[in-house]
């Protein structure tokens, strides 16, 4: 796809901080971070929407769900349990498909948000 950004950061045409890359994914930090840590996993494959997914894709998606906690963990919002069974840390995965789903860039990529959450108060 000659126009797609996204397209051109797998090709290496355009730089990105990249965190991860093997031959079928990339992964590296979004450029309007929402959160202290947030990074893009993309298939290296254009696929403009999830919703432009098929059967074919299912090993491709379940790599990319698969990388998500893995590289949260490396990055520092893994999620786990403690020694008493309380959750701790963690992070949100995202999929915008479509205008009204928010999407931007027309290439398939999962948004991984996690650090401490912006919204939570402090009852100090």
Not at 20 to 27: F, I, K, T
Not at 46 to 59: G, K, Q, Y
Not at 85 to 98: D, E, H, I, S, Y
Not at 104 to 116: D, N, Q, R, S
Request: net charge negative.
């Amino acid at each position: 796809m000659d126009n797609c950004i996204f397209c051109k950061i797998a090709a290496k045409q355009i730089p990105a901080q990249i965190i991860y890359e093997d031959d079928d994914v990339l992964a590296f930090n979004d450029i309007n971070p929402a959160a202290p840590i947030h990074f893009l996993i993309i298939p290296k494959k254009h696929l403009a929407t999830l919703a432009d997914c098929n059967e074919s894709d299912a090993a491709l998606l379940g790599k990319i769900s698969l990388l998500a906690p893995k590289l949260a963990k490396e990055l520092g919002c893994g999620y786990s349990v403690d020694a008493n069974g309380a959750p701790q840390g963690g992070f949100k995965t995202l999929f915008n498909t479509g205008p009204d789903g928010g999407q931007e860039v027309y290439h398939l990529h999962m948004h991984v948000i996690g650090g401490p959450r912006p919204w939570q108060r402090s009852l100090a």
